[in-house]
């Protein structure tokens, strides 16, 4: 996901420098100390993949959200590769990654909001056309509790993995891509589109991604059912 993560630290800056945020841009988990993270107000998982994070850590990032953080998770946060940090799978995704779409591996699809109340949906058109590696899950989120933000019509794309010579459908039904959810005093946000560094540059997405900071930057304690109620 390296061109992912590029793409995406280049429009995070920029919303930054915009907004006269300050921003930090690291691969390096040794910044999930108390010291450290006490400094930040929102935690940014831009694609970010596999066991990252030492037992401390998690245990640090952790308390550190259910006292009033914010965590925006982008496209690859929501794999598998996390499947072993059971309090990250329950309370930031909420759903287990089945696979994503190939043959062809990146395609157009039908973005629909919900829940249009929501802050993070602010100024967005009730659909948008977006190209993206589309994830799958083997239920939706929705089931768990998270308050879904937007779905995919998966009439609007092929939600089938061709490869191999085998074909697996992907489709789920009640497809959520951006949904959020409170842990605590905290409040979390997490976006399936990303893979690439192009998906960043798409309207759309930046409002979202915008409008989530602007969320998940509220001050903390006020993250409770009326501000996730659809």
């Known amino acids: 996901h390296k061109d992912g993560i590029a793409g995406g630290a280049?429009?995070?800056?920029?919303?930054?420098?915009q907004r006269g945020?300050?921003?930090?841009?690291?691969?390096?988990?040794?910044?999930?100390?108390?010291?450290?993270?006490?400094?930040?107000?929102?935690?940014?998982?831009?694609?970010?993949?596999?066991?990252?994070?030492?037992?401390?850590?998690?245990?640090?990032?952790?308390?550190?959200m259910e006292q009033g953080g914010?965590?925006?998770?982008?496209?690859?946060?929501?794999?598998?590769?996390?499947?072993?940090?059971?309090?990250?799978?329950?309370?930031?995704?909420g759903a287990d990654f089945t696979a994503h779409i190939m043959g062809p591996q990146f395609q157009y699809a039908r973005v629909m909001i919900e829940n249009e109340?929501?802050?993070?949906?602010?100024?967005?058109?009730?659909?948008?056309?977006?190209?993206?590696?589309?994830?799958?899950?083997?239920?939706?989120?929705?089931?768990?509790?998270?308050?879904?933000?937007?779905?995919?019509?998966?009439?609007?794309?092929?939600?089938?993995?061709?490869?191999?010579?085998?074909?697996v459908d992907l489709s789920m039904g009640d497809h959520p891509v951006v949904w959020a959810n409170c842990i605590g005093e905290g409040r979390s946000v997490y976006t399936a589109m990303g893979h690439r560094g192009d998906a960043f540059e798409q309207p759309q997405n930046r409002e979202l991604l915008e409008n989530a900071l602007d969320w998940l930057l509220l001050d903390a304690g006020t993250c409770d059912s009326a501000l996730l109620a659809e």
């Open 10 to 17: 280049i429009i995070l800056e920029d919303i930054a420098e």
């Open 117 to 167: 109340q929501h802050p993070v949906l602010a100024g967005l058109p009730d659909e948008w056309q977006h190209e993206e590696e589309w994830y799958s899950w083997a239920s939706s989120p929705r089931l768990e509790g998270f308050s879904i933000l937007a779905t995919l019509d998966e009439e609007s794309y092929s939600p089938w993995q061709k490869m191999f010579g085998s074909e």
């Open 70 to 93: 914010g965590w925006l998770g982008i496209h690859a946060a929501g794999d598998s590769s996390h499947l072993e940090w059971q309090w990250y799978r329950d309370n930031l995704i």
């Open 21 to 64: 945020w300050g921003m930090f841009h690291t691969e390096n988990g040794a910044v999930f100390n108390p010291e450290d993270l006490a400094r930040f107000r929102a935690v940014v998982f831009l694609n970010a993949t596999g066991d990252m994070l030492s037992a401390e850590q998690e245990q640090v990032f952790q308390s550190w």
